[in-house]
């Protein structure tokens, strides 16, 4: 249970701004206790949140003669402090998380990755199924996992299909195959949809395959030596040398791992680097005695404060990571101090002991050393990025003729809208953002259009526009520093009259007209204000580049979604116009076949299967997705 403590506070006025916070009288509340300490500036706004197993020894640490540029910029601006008294270092650990996450403080290190770790999961069933995942995990499925990043977990999944042959197909298609597909055709799935492998023997292929995504690789090859033996001396040589087939398979997968080390290694390796005012940390991963890949992270960090320590930005990316995934028995980091705390922490995190290794000797230097420059390269690939990328803002920034500072950039924001439809069918708008120098995906939005002539993209446009910025218009949402509109003075023009409703500044919008031949470098951008003239920037232009890519998302994020809705309502306007198919039929048909497509491909027998369905329905309904006549 959490105890909150009376916080000492130093009211700040007009005639008392300049003075100190009184660290001393603070002090002597504290306790030899666990928990969080929080500190906050003149204007309340919250500063650090940190973590100690004793918080009298830790905080008193702030408030030394010497201390680091970072944490005396910090102290300097300290107004008053607050404590929370927890029952261990871990419970601390998991306010302090929680804390920076949601608030975000200033000095804090914020490791938060929109991307969710994949994993590769088994369904259940007679014949499951292997699938690549991410999200939240459950327990009536089996997980392996987690992997460093898409490429490793999917290149897992391809050694388990050439192996072990497990089918990788959807339920639905499983369910309706008649005849064996061609992965069963080039040996990389043993066909369980065609009966072409029994229950008992696809049940051990899912075994194997679980062992060795646990890295039991040499018991399997034992195994397997002594199943192709026994078929040998019992004349069953094909079944010999499909054992021969898989033994070679997995002796090729565990000779290409160079960095092998035993069976039953697991390890996490991190390594920080710091240049050009970013951070990247690089965490690699050892399951089963394999190096499965890396994953570089770039935390958020305050950028007008002076750059943490590597052993700082390791600390707080362990106290992160680890509250959501479980530790490994082994930990390698690149630290030069505080190894003894972080050790710790990885132990008060994990239910197994941890051993924590800053200074690895043999093929764990290997590993942390292959980490760091995996770090280095990544994190000198995102900085060439951000050149660019700063180099193509400020080309806009100056053709826009708007004022803004390099240090501003980040604060450069841009919302672009586009309206897709077939031939006024599913009519759908897109809004994609730009904002701290990339494009911003979790700021995407989609709006539905309803109420709109087929076609019209003028109505369409003012209707999202509308229902965007009328937020605004209420003080709800921030305006962007540009409004780009897909189209030419038609597009402004209907633009310009909603933001005259709103009551909104117009000079933030935007056209981009297509040019002669609609061949790219030949846009034009049209402005709100009817005496600019439209402007040209050539297809060598900088500023073009940036906005043909936010334009060209935008076409991207609109067409996508159109088609899924054109797809929605068409399969459900087909399956909706089957004579004497009623509700709970149509919602059986649907829940046995799974889509339209598999329903379209079955046979009169396959559709008379179907609980509810008689054979004289079955063929009336094959006739009319078939366009047959009775």
């Known amino acids: 249970m959490l105890t909150e403590v009376t916080e000492v506070k130093l009211e700040v006025s007009p005639t008392n701004a300049n003075k100190k916070f009184d660290s001393a009288e603070f002090l002597k509340s504290l306790p030899h206790l666990p928990g969080v300490y929080r500190y906050f500036d003149a204007e309340d706004n919250l500063l650090y949140v940190g973590k100690a197993r004793d918080l009298k020894r830790r905080v008193s640490s702030y408030f030394q003669k010497t201390l680091p540029p970072r944490t005396q910029m910090m102290v300097d601006l300290i107004a008053r402090a607050q404590i929370t008294i927890v029952n261990s270092e871990a419970e601390a650990l998991i306010l302090e998380s929680n804390l920076i996450k949601t608030q975000s403080p200033r000095f804090n290190i914020l490791f938060r990755d929109d991307k969710s770790y994949p994993y590769l999961k088994f369904s259940s069933g007679d014949f499951p199924r292997l699938s690549y995942f991410r999200g939240a995990l459950d327990k009536k499925q089996t997980f392996f996992g987690p992997f460093p990043n898409a490429s490793a977990a999917k290149e897992a999944m391809n050694v388990i299909q050439k192996v072990f042959q497990i089918r990788v197909c959807e339920n639905s298609v499983f369910n309706n195959r008649s005849r064996p597909c061609l992965l069963q055709q080039i040996n990389r799935c043993s066909g369980p949809c065609c009966g072409c492998i029994s229950k008992e023997d696809y049940a051990e292929s899912i075994r194997l395959s679980k062992e060795f995504l646990k890295g039991?690789?040499?018991?399997?090859?034992?195994?397997?030596?002594?199943?192709?033996?026994?078929?040998?001396?019992?004349?069953?040589?094909?079944?010999?040398?499909?054992?021969?087939?898989?033994l070679a398979a997995i002796t090729n997968v565990t000779q290409m791992?160079?960095?092998?080390?035993?069976?039953?290694?697991?390890?996490?390796?991190?390594?920080?680097?710091?240049?050009?005012?970013?951070?990247?940390?690089?965490?690699?991963?050892?399951?089963?005695?394999?190096?499965?890949?890396?994953?570089?992270?770039?935390?958020?960090?305050?950028?007008?404060?002076?750059?943490?320590?590597?052993?700082?930005?390791?600390?707080?990316?362990i106290g992160q990571h680890y509250l959501e995934m479980e530790v490994p028995p082994l930990v390698i980091a690149s630290v030069e101090n505080n190894g003894e705390a972080i050790g710790e922490l990885l132990n008060s995190l994990a239910i197994h002991h941890v051993n924590f290794v800053k200074k690895p000797q043999g093929i764990r230097k290997k590993w942390l050393d292959l980490a760091a420059m995996n770090a280095r390269i990544s994190l000198a690939r995102k900085l060439s990025e951000e050149s660019h990328m700063s180099s193509r803002i400020e080309a806009l920034i100056e053709a826009l003729g708007l004022q803004f500072e390099k240090e501003e950039y980040a604060n450069f924001t841009v919302e672009c809208f586009d309206i897709s439809h077939t031939s006024g069918e599913a009519t759908q708008a897109s809004c994609v953002v730009f904002a701290n120098n990339k494009m911003d995906s979790s700021q995407y939005k989609r709006f539905n259009i309803h109420d709109v002539a087929a076609g019209d993209d003028y109505a369409a446009m003012k209707q999202v526009l509308t229902r965007r910025y009328s937020r605004v218009a209420r003080g709800e949402a921030k305006m962007p520093t540009i409004v780009l509109v897909d189209g030419g003075k038609g597009q402004v023009h209907m633009a310009c009259e909603v933001f005259d409703e709103l009551g909104l500044d117009k000079n933030v919008i935007v056209g981009v007209a297509k040019g002669e031949g609609r061949k790219v470098g030949l846009e034009e951008l049209i402005f709100a204000d009817p005496e600019k003239q439209p402007l040209k920037l050539g297809k060598e232009s900088a500023a073009l580049m940036l906005i043909a890519q936010i334009r060209d998302e935008a076409h991207r994020f609109a067409i996508t979604g159109m088609r899924a809705k054109r797809a929605k309502a068409r399969n459900y306007s087909k399956i909706e116009d089957l004579e004497g198919v009623g509700p709970k039929r149509r919602q059986k048909l649907l829940a046995h076949f799974?889509?339209?497509?598999?329903?379209?491909?079955?046979?009169v027998e396959d559709i008379a299967a179907v609980e509810g369905i008689s054979s004289t329905l079955a063929g009336h309904i094959y006739a009319q997705l078939h366009g047959q006549t009775n």
Request: charged share 25%.
């Open 216 to 246: 039991e690789s040499a018991s399997i090859k034992k195994e397997l030596e002594a199943r192709m033996n026994q078929f040998s001396e019992n004349l069953e040589f094909e079944k010999a040398a499909a054992v021969r087939d898989q």
């Open 257 to 317: 791992q160079t960095m092998s080390a035993t069976p039953d290694f697991n390890a996490d390796i991190i390594s920080a680097e710091i240049a050009g005012g970013q951070i990247c940390v690089n965490l690699a991963m050892v399951r089963g005695g394999q190096h499965l890949g890396d994953r570089a992270i770039f935390p958020k960090f305050s950028k007008n404060t002076v750059l943490p320590t590597t052993d700082e930005v390791i600390e707080a990316f």
């Open 594 to 603: 799974g889509s339209l497509k598999a329903l379209s491909n079955a046979s």
